[in-house]
C-alpha cells in the first residue's frame, strides 16, 4: 500500500513518483526528496494543461507557480506547500543535501497536494486519505542505491506518455462551458482548504517547523523535544519543542542562546489562533527558574516577554483570526496584539529587547526641532506623529500639500526617532526609482552640525538588496521590495518581519487609475488592485510603525492608514506664503473640441495598429463620433494638436528662465506634441534651442537624468510628459501647466497641480498658470472622488465573471458584479447596433442593454446561469481599443477666461472686479504689463484696458464709490491702482499721492536748474492727467499727444539734458513700488 495510491487510475506518474519517493525516504532520503520535487513540477505542467494556460517565457518552476498564483489557480496554502517543495527539492538536487526528517515532512507534503489534485480534478466522489508513515523496508544493495541515483529524472518515454495524456484530457469536449468547469474547481478548493484534516502536529511538521527555520531558528517538532534532551546552548538559536512550565508543556520555546525570549502555542491548521495568546501568556508566567537557561522577567511578571500563536496558515486579512501568526510584546500590556506574515527572526527579538520605548518617548519631549524642517506645520506634523507612537498607533497618515516640504518633514522625523533610539531602523518606501534618487539626494545635502545626515546615519539606497548590521535607513521602491519579500528563492536574501520597525511610505495615494499609463514597473503588477493589494502586503509584512506621506489621500489610502492625524492644506500653505496660487485658467476652445469629431457611417476610416506600428483600413456600419474627452486617446487628431499649440506660443517663451510642463495622453501622443510645437515656434519666427523642448516619459532612454536636467540646467525648459513627472518631482521653476489630456481623477489633477506650487524668487515666481485644451478646469470642477468602478481595466469580462461566482460574502459579490456590469457596458459602446441586435437574438433577449441592466438584481445562481450570453458579449469581435486618425481641420475659435460680470452690490462688484482682474492678467497683453510690468505700460496699453474694463462696466468713479460704501473710506485711486490692488493686493493708494511721492525721487536726483524744475513740473502735471508713461523716455515723448506737439524726445532731451533717460526710468520704478 502507498499514500499515492489515489493517483493510480488517472495519472500513473504522479502515483509513480510518489510510491519512488516512499521507498527512498529512509535508505536514500535525497533520492526521495529529488523524487518529490519532480513529482510536483509535474504536477504544476498538469495544472497549465488542465486550466488550458500557457507557460509562455516561464522556464522555472519559481515563476510557474507565481502565474497560477496570479491566475487565481492556486490559493496561498498550496502555492506555499508547493514553494517548499521547491526549495527542499533544489537543495536536494544541487547539494546531495536530505535527511529522512526532511524526506518525511516533503512526503506529507506531497501526500497533502495529491489529496487537494484529486479533489479539484478528480471524480466528485473522491475522499480525501490520511497519511501513514511508510514502513522502513530492507537497505538496498550498493548497486541498487547507484541504479537509483542514475533514475532521478523522467525517462523519455515516461515525458512522451505523459504529455499525451495531458494533450489527450486537454481536447476532450465537455459538456459544461471552460468557465463553468474553472468556477467549479476554485469552489472545490476552497472547501477542500476549509476541510483539511491536518492536525497540531501535522501542522507543527508541515508548516509551524519550515517557517520558524526560514527565520533563521532551529526547529524540529519530532526530534528538537525538551523530553528528548534538546537544551538551549550557547551560539545557537533554538524553538525547542514541549517546554515544561508550572502550567504544562509549551508547543516552542524560543531561546536566544541561553536566554528565552519566546513562547508559541500551535494549533491545528485552520482554527482560530488569535485568542490562543492566552495560553502563550500563561505558559510565559509559569516558566520556573533554571540552570539551563535564563530569562528577564517583565514587570508584569512574564518571564518569555514575546509571545506567539500559529496554525500555520499564511495570513489572509479577510480571515485574520483565523490565520498568521498572532504576536503579544509583553513588556508593553497597553499594546494589543496583532497578526505578522513571518517569523521574528533571533536578532529581531534581541534587536527589540534593546529598544527602550518609554525613555526615547520622554528624550523626544526634549529634543529640539532641526532647523532644516522648523516651519510650524513641520514641527506639529512631527508631533502628531511622535503623539501617535506614544498612542501606540501603529498606522498614521500625513496629508501633506505638495510643496509644502514633505521631504525635510520625514528627515526630521527620522533624525529625531533614531538620536533618540525610539526606532531601530528605517525602510523610507517610495513608488519610484527618480523619488528614492530625490530622497537619497536630500539625505546627503540635509546638514546637521555641518554633517550631512547620511554622513550621521548608514544609509542604504534603492538598489541595495539588504541592510546592514549598522544600517539606519533604507530607500526602496514598493517594487523591489515586493520582488525582495515574496520572488526569492534563497530565504537568507529575503528581510525578517523585523528588519525594519518604523517605515515611511511617500506618495502614500499611489495605485493606478485608468489615467495613467503603466510604466515597466507597475506592469510587474496586473492591475491598481493588484499593486495596492502588493503594496499594503509590503507594509503589513513589517512588524513596524508605518506612517503615509500624501497631499491627495485616495480612499485606498484611508482604508489602510486611517484618516490623517494631520492636515497642512494647499489654501493653508497659500495663506501662510509657502506656495504659490494659481491664476484662473486659460481655456482653449478650437472648432473640434466644441463640436466633436464626427465620421459618417459606410466610409472607410484609417486606424492605428499599435502592434504593428503601421496604418490599417476600417469600414464603419454606424457613425463614429468622439467628444473631447477621447481626443489623443481613442482619436489621433494632428490638426486639434496643431491648433491649439499654435495659440499657446503666444503665452510661453521657451527662451525665458520660467519652465513649463505639458500633460500628454501617451508616449506617441507626447512625440506628436513635441514635433508640432517647434513647428509652432518656428513659423511664428521664434529661434528656440533643439533642446529647449523635450519629452521626458518612462519610454525614453535615461529618464532619471533628463528629470534632473530639467531640474537643474536651462534645458529643457519646456517638457511633454505623461505619468512620469505627476508625481514628487520637485522643479520650482515650473510656471506654466500645458493640459492636452483629459484626466477624470481629482488626485491625479491635483497631483499635476502640485508640480508648480513651489516659491521660485529665482524666476520671480508669483503665481503658476493652467493652460487648458480639454475642458479639464471645468469637468472637475464638482467631481470630488472619480475611482472608476472598473478597477482593471485589462482584466477580461470572463475573468471578472469568474471572481464574481466565487465571491465567498454578498459584499463581495455586489463588488464584483458591479465590476462585471461596468465592463459589459464598456463592451457594448464598441459593438455595432446590427450586432447588438444579433447578440440580443442569440442571447433571448428583446435588448441588449436591458439585459446588461437586468444583472443588477441577479443571484449567484442565476447569474450563473447567464454564463454562456456574459461570454459571448465578451469574445464577439470588435476593433480593440482602436485609435482612429482623424484628419478633420480644426481652427482656434477662442481663447477665454469664462467669468461673469459681478452685480450690484458694493461687496459683489468689488469682488467680481478683483475677480474680473486676476482672471485676465494673462487674457488681456495690456493687463498683464499693469499688473507684471508697469514700467513697460503705455498710453495705448491703457486705452486698451480701460476699453475693456468698461465693457464689463468697471470703471473708475463706479470703484470709487463702490469702495467708500464698502470700505467706509473715499481715495481717488486711479484704475491702475484698482487694478494692482485686487491682482496683488497691494495698499490702495490716492492717485495724487501716487504721483508726487514718484516725484519726489525725482526731484532729489540732482541739483536742477530753473528752466530744468519747470519741465519736471510739467510732466508731474501730465501724470496727474495720464497717469503713465512708456517704457522708455523716447517712446514716452515721441507717442503722447502733449509732447509729440512741442517736439518730442529731441526737443525734451535739450530742455532737460541727458539725464531724461534716467527720469522716466526712476518714474517707472517708483510710481507702482507698492
Known amino acids: 500500500m502507498s499514500n499515492f495510491d489515489m493517483l493510480s487510475a488517472q495519472w500513473p506518474l504522479f502515483a509513480k513518483l510518489g510510491k519512488q519517493a516512499e521507498q527512498n525516504v529512509y535508505r536514500d532520503p535525497n533520492v526521495s526528496l529529488i523524487k518529490i520535487r519532480l513529482f510536483a513540477e509535474q504536477l504544476t505542467e498538469a495544472l497549465f494543461s488542465l486550466e488550458r494556460l500557457t507557460p509562455c517565457n516561464l522556464d522555472n518552476q519559481f515563476d510557474k507557480l507565481r502565474e497560477l498564483e496570479r491566475k487565481g489557480v492556486l490559493d496561498t496554502e498550496i502555492a506555499t506547500v508547493l514553494h517548499t517543495i521547491r526549495k527542499i527539492g533544489n537543495k536536494a538536487a544541487h547539494n546531495n543535501y536530505g535527511n529522512t526528517t526532511e524526506a518525511m515532512t516533503m512526503l506529507r507534503y506531497a501526500h497533502y497536494l495529491s489529496n487537494w489534485f484529486m479533489e479539484v480534478y478528480g471524480p466528485l466522489d473522491f475522499a480525501a486519505t490520511t497519511f501513514e508513515d511508510p514502513k522502513d523496508i530492507d537497505k538496498a544493495t550498493a548497486d541498487e542505491l547507484t541504479k537509483l541515483r542514475v533514475q532521478v529524472e523522467l525517462a523519455e518515454s515516461e515525458k512522451k506518455t505523459f504529455q499525451e495524456q495531458l494533450e489527450k484530457m486537454a481536447s476532450q469536449p465537455s459538456s459544461h462551458s471552460e468557465q463553468e468547469i474553472k468556477t467549479d474547481r476554485r469552489a472545490r478548493s476552497k472547501k477542500f482548504l476549509h476541510n483539511a484534516t491536518l492536525d497540531e502536529k501535522q501542522t507543527r511538521i508541515m508548516f509551524i517547523d519550515e517557517q520558524l527555520r526560514n527565520a533563521g531558528w532551529e526547529a524540529d517538532t519530532e526530534n528538537l523535544d525538551w523530553r528528548k534532551g534538546a537544551r538551549p546552548e550557547k551560539n545557537k538559536n533554538k524553538a525547542i519543542a514541549e517546554f515544561p512550565t508550572a502550567e504544562g508543556r509549551a508547543d516552542y520555546a524560543m531561546f536566544v542562546g541561553l536566554q528565552l525570549v519566546g513562547i508559541i502555542e500551535a494549533k491545528k491548521y485552520g482554527k482560530t489562533v488569535a485568542g490562543d495568546l492566552v495560553q502563550a501568556k500563561e505558559y510565559s508566567k509559569e516558566t520556573q527558574k533554571s540552570t539551563e537557561y535564563t530569562f528577564e522577567e517583565t514587570a508584569n511578571g512574564y518571564k ?12 489572509l486579512k479577510q480571515l485574520a483570526e483565523q490565520s ?28 527589540k529587547l534593546v529598544v527602550n520605548e518609554a525613555r526615547a518617548e520622554k528624550e523626544l519631549k526634549e529634543e529640539p526641532y532641526p532647523e532644516f524642517a522648523n516651519r510650524a506645520y513641520q514641527i506639529e506634523a512631527v508631533k502628531a506623529v511622535e503623539r501617535g507612537l506614544e498612542e501606540n498607533k501603529r498606522r498614521m497618515l500625513l496629508a501633506m500639500a505638495t510643496g509644502t516640504g514633505k521631504t525635510r518633514l520625514a528627515l526630521s522625523l527620522m533624525y529625531r526617532l533614531l538620536k533618540t533610539k ?8 517610495v513608488d519610484r526609482r527618480s523619488l528614492g534618487i530625490q530622497v537619497s539626494d536630500a539625505l546627503k545635502d540635509t546638514k546637521i552640525d555641518n554633517l550631512s545626515f547620511s554622513d550621521i546615519y548608514d544609509v542604504k539606497e534603492a538598489g541595495d538588496i539588504l541592510p546592514e548590521q549598522a544600517t539606519k535607513i533604507q530607500i526602496a521602491t514598493v517594487q523591489g521590495m515586493v520582488r525582495r519579500l515574496f520572488f526569492k528563492d534563497d530565504v537568507t536574501e529575503i528581510p525578517s518581519v523585523g528588519t525594519y520597525d518604523f517605515i515611511i511610505v511617500d506618495e502614500a495615494h499611489r495605485g493606478y487609475t485608468e489615467d495613467r499609463e503603466m510604466t515597466d514597473d507597475e506592469l510587474f503588477y496586473q492591475n491598481e488592485k493588484d499593486y495596492v493589494s502588493q503594496y499594503r502586503r509590503v507594509i503589513d509584512y513589517f512588524d513596524a510603525t ?19 492625524i494631520y492636515t497642512y492644506s494647499y489654501t493653508d500653505a497659500v495663506v501662510d ?7 484662473p485658467p486659460i481655456k482653449f476652445e478650437t472648432h473640434l473640441s466644441k463640436y466633436g469629431i464626427k465620421f459618417e457611417a459606410d466610409t472607410d476610416v484609417d486606424i492605428w495598429n499599435d502592434e504593428t506600428k503601421s496604418i490599417d483600413k476600417a469600414h464603419l456600419d454606424d457613425e463614429l463620433d468622439f467628444d473631447i474627452e477621447q481626443f489623443n486617446k481613442k482619436v489621433i487628431t494632428e490638426n486639434f494638436n496643431k491648433a491649439v499649440l499654435e495659440g499657446l506660443t503666444g503665452y510661453i517663451d521657451p527662451n525665458e528662465p520660467g519652465k513649463t510642463l505639458i500633460f500628454a495622453a501617451n508616449d506617441q501622443h507626447a512625440d506628436l506634441i513635441v514635433r508640432l510645437l517647434k513647428e509652432a515656434y518656428a513659423e511664428e519666427g521664434t529661434v528656440v534651442d533643439d533642446d529647449a523642448i523635450e519629452k521626458i516619459t518612462g519610454y525614453i532612454r535615461h529618464p532619471d537624468k533628463k528629470i534632473k536636467c530639467f531640474k537643474n540646467e536651462k534645458y529643457p525648459n519646456i517638457v511633454v510628459t505623461v505619468d512620469l513627472l505627476t508625481t514628487g518631482i520637485d522643479v520650482p521653476e515650473i510656471e506654466n501647466l500645458v493640459f492636452m489630456r483629459r484626466v477624470r481623477s481629482r488626485i491625479l489633477y491635483d497631483q499635476m497641480l502640485g508640480r508648480a506650487t513651489r516659491l521660485c524668487r529665482k524666476i520671480e515666481k508669483e503665481a503658476f498658470r493652467i493652460f487648458d485644451a480639454v475642458h479639464l478646469y471645468d469637468y472637475l470642477q464638482n467631481i470630488t472622488d472619480m475611482k472608476p468602478v472598473v478597477s482593471n481595466p485589462k482584466q477580461s469580462i470572463q475573468e471578472v465573471l469568474e471572481k464574481t461566482l466565487q465571491a465567498e460574502d454578498d459584499e463581495e459579490f455586489g463588488f464584483f458584479k458591479a465590476e462585471l456590469i461596468a465592463k459589459l457596458q464598456r463592451k457594448k459602446q464598441r459593438i455595432s447596433k446590427k450586432d447588438e441586435d444579433e447578440i440580443a437574438t442569440l442571447n433571448k433577449t428583446t435588448d441588449l442593454d436591458m439585459w446588461i441592466q437586468s444583472i443588477k438584481t441577479m443571484n449567484k445562481s442565476e447569474l450563473e446561469s447567464q454564463t454562456e450570453n456574459i461570454h459571448r458579449v465578451a469574445s464577439w469581435y470588435t476593433f480593440k481599443d482602436p485609435m482612429v486618425i482623424s484628419a478633420h481641420e480644426d481652427t482656434l475659435i477662442d481663447i477665454s477666461r469664462g467669468y461673469g460680470e459681478g452685480n450690484v452690490k458694493p461687496a459683489d462688484y468689488l469682488n467680481e472686479f478683483n475677480k474680473f482682474i486676476r482672471d485676465n492678467i494673462n487674457h488681456i497683453p495690456a493687463l498683464q504689463v499693469v499688473v507684471k510690468r508697469p514700467k513697460d505700460l503705455t498710453y495705448q496699453d491703457l486705452r486698451e484696458v480701460q476699453l475693456r474694463l468698461k465693457e464689463k462696466k468697471f470703471d473708475e468713479t463706479s470703484l470709487r464709490e463702490a469702495w467708500r460704501q464698502e470700505k467706509k473710506e473715499y481715495i481717488a485711486a486711479d484704475i491702475i491702482s484698482f487694478i494692482r490692488q485686487a491682482a496683488l493686493g497691494t495698499t490702495l493708494v490716492d492717485h495724487e499721492t501716487r504721483i508726487k511721492r514718484a516725484m519726489q525721487k525725482v526731484y532729489g536726483m540732482e541739483s536742477w536748474n530753473l528752466k530744468q524744475l519747470k519741465w519736471l513740473q510739467r510732466i508731474e502735471k501730465q501724470l496727474l492727467e495720464t497717469p503713465v508713461l512708456a517704457p522708455t523716455a523716447k517712446q514716452y515723448f515721441d507717442e503722447t499727444e502733449v509732447w509729440k506737439r512741442q517736439g518730442g524726445y529731441k526737443f525734451v532731451l535739450k530742455q532737460i539734458g541727458a539725464n531724461v533717460d534716467n527720469i522716466v526710468q526712476v518714474l517707472n520704478e517708483e510710481l507702482y513700488a507698492a
Open 304 to 315: 518569555a516577554p514575546f509571545l506567539y500563536s500559529s496554525n500555520g496558515r499564511p495570513y
Open 324 to 351: 498568521g501568526i498572532w504576536f503579544w510584546d509583553a513588556r508593553t500590556p497597553e499594546k494589543t496584539s496583532f497578526a505578522l506574515e513571518s517569523w521574528h527572526s533571533p536578532d529581531d527579538l534581541l534587536q
Open 422 to 429: 525610539r526606532v531601530r531602523r528605517i525602510l523610507f518606501l
Open 546 to 564: 508605518v506612517v503615509g506621506l500624501t497631499a491627495t489621500p485616495a480612499l485606498h489610502t484611508i482604508e489602510i492608514f486611517g484618516a490623517p
Open 577 to 583: 506664503g509657502y506656495l504659490v496660487d494659481h491664476e
